[in-house]
């Protein structure tokens, strides 16, 4: 009778900092991604500053941690993932969740409001509360650094782009009107601010995406994100805009 073949165990040497005031998240990312890829882990803390640089220096590294298989290096916590074949975030690269994650949780809030103060989901109070609190969540992304959303506003925007203070205003104007409409409050105020920087910012965005056919950053949800200007931005001013009219029209 032959005995079945050993299989050998997957093992990995992983150096990361642990410190009485900082612990690496990636270093504990690391040994989780391979703990779940069935290895076992030597955990080396490095637990100290001069511990750290002293490590860097011996294998010639900028950064940690590290991971070692069978006595090789395989590098960092993307290295890693590479080395498992998995995605690697491109920073650079555009991406649409951040729109997405805003405008599925102004759904939900708004179904969520709806069914409270009607006992239904789906009404035309809800379309509303969509707009009106996506537009809320919008500014508030902005006003996290008005600065910043500034600088890319300024790329785009028509009105910004010949009165400059007009791109600092725009976030609290947002605001402003998200909030009047989701309570259904100062019609007279909320309706003249969401048909003004509704209406202008859609022009801004058409002549700069689909006339001029400039590559841009959307500052729609903030200065510092890899949206592409576009549809999304150009949505976010015509649902403005036609939130306006409704409240106008009653």
């Not at 050993?6 to 612990?23: F, L, S, Y």
């Not at 030597?42 to 294998?59: C, G, I, M, P, Y």
């Not at 690269?93 to 102004?106: D, E, L, N, R």
């Not at 939900?108 to 009607?118: I, P």
């Amino acid at each position: 009778m032959n005995n079945p073949p050993q299989v050998r165990e997957k093992r990995a040497i992983v150096h990361r900092m642990v410190m009485d005031k900082h612990i690496c998240p990636w270093g504990l990312r690391t040994v989780h991604l391979l703990k779940t890829q069935g290895f076992k882990v030597e955990d080396r803390w490095l637990t100290t500053r001069q511990e750290t640089d002293a490590f860097k220096a011996k294998h010639d590294v900028k950064t940690t941690p590290q991971t070692f298989i069978d006595g090789e290096r395989v590098g960092g916590y993307d290295d890693l993932r590479r080395f498992f074949g998995k995605p690697v975030k491109d920073p650079d690269a555009t991406s649409y969740k951040p729109v997405i994650a805003i405008f599925g949780m102004g759904a939900l809030l708004a179904l969520a409001v709806s069914w409270l103060v009607s006992g239904q989901l789906l009404t035309v109070l809800t379309i509303e509360l969509f707009i009106s609190i996506s537009m809320c969540l919008l500014a508030m992304q902005k006003l996290q650094d008005v600065s910043g959303f500034a600088t890319m506003f300024l790329g785009y925007d028509l009105l910004a782009q010949r009165w400059v203070p007009y791109a600092y205003l725009y976030p609290f104007g947002e605001g402003l009107a998200g909030v009047l409409m989701t309570a259904h409050a100062l019609d007279w105020l909320s309706v003249p601010i969401a048909l003004f920087i509704g209406g202008v910012g859609a022009v801004s965005v058409f002549y700069a995406v689909y006339i001029q056919k400039r590559e841009l950053k959307c500052a729609c949800v903030g200065g510092g994100s890899n949206v592409p200007l576009g549809f999304v931005s150009l949505t976010e001013n015509v649902m403005m805009f036609a939130m306006g009219v409704r409240m106008l029209i009653g």
